[in-house]
């Protein structure tokens, strides 16, 4: 079965830093880019970041260029988004999910979908 | 930056034909994705590439691709399609993703 599972949410202060882990399993990870999109309370969805399969191409929303890196390792079947200069309008559930298909064509649609770590930025 | 644009709400009774549309001025050159996502839960993917089903989306849920416009149609809708509707897609340069606001599918 093919699962992804967020960790390392929670609360941090503005001006702060957070990264999330996202670990996949039940599918080639190395084969698939995988995205990040987030999601603030009562709102609807925001796509924040890609990053191929390979780690050669990254590709970032303008709301967040600059203060979050996408990465990846693939040996541990693990994704990363490491947040920095957090803003209160950052609060939000990010979801990693991953791509439909394989090549940069499938960058942009998402089959599964892990459950959603919440951030909270406040002080 | 790039937008695409759809209706807030769409209300339909129960057996009757529900349309979402999506506009985007890349829409032409870009595929669009349709995600369905009730309370509480994460999004589910429901058409890809414009107007490919999932394994596992029933056969009533169905994409469509006009110019700048992408429309979802879920035939003889039922209670349990209530939900969020939004679609996905890219800019013309294919460097950056982008969702619609979303629409909310009311079942009468």
């Known amino acids: 079965e093919v699962q992804l599972l967020e960790s390392g949410g929670g609360l941090v202060q503005p001006g702060g830093s957070l990264r999330l882990s996202c670990a996949a399993s039940g599918f080639t990870f190395s084969s698939y880019a995988m995205t990040w999109v987030r999601q603030a309370p009562g709102k609807g969805l925001e796509w924040v970041s890609v990053i191929s399969g390979s780690d050669e191409n990254t590709y970032y929303a303008d709301s967040v260029k600059g203060r979050f890196t996408i990465s990846r390792d693939n040996s541990k079947n693990t994704l990363f988004l490491q947040m920095n200069s957090l803003r209160a309008d950052d609060t939000a559930v990010y979801y990693c999910?991953?791509?439909w298909g394989r090549g940069r064509a499938s960058y942009y649609g998402m089959d599964v979908w892990g459950q959603g770590a919440t951030v909270t930025v406040s002080s | 930056s790039y937008e695409l644009t759809q209706p807030p709400s769409v209300s339909v009774s129960p057996g009757q034909t529900a349309r979402i549309t999506c506009s985007g001025d890349a829409l032409p050159k870009q595929y669009a994705y349709w995600y369905q996502q009730k309370p509480g839960q994460a999004p589910v993917l429901v058409i890809y590439?414009?107007?490919m089903r999932p394994s596992g989306i029933p056969e009533r849920f169905s994409g469509s691709s006009s110019g700048t416009t992408v429309t979802l149609t879920i035939s003889g809708v039922q209670a349990e399609d209530e939900a969020d509707y939004y679609c996905q897609s890219a800019d013309t340069s294919g460097t950056q993703g982008v969702f619609g606001g979303g629409t909310k599918l009311t079942v009468l």
């Open positions: 999910a991953k791509v």
């Open positions: 590439t414009d107007n």
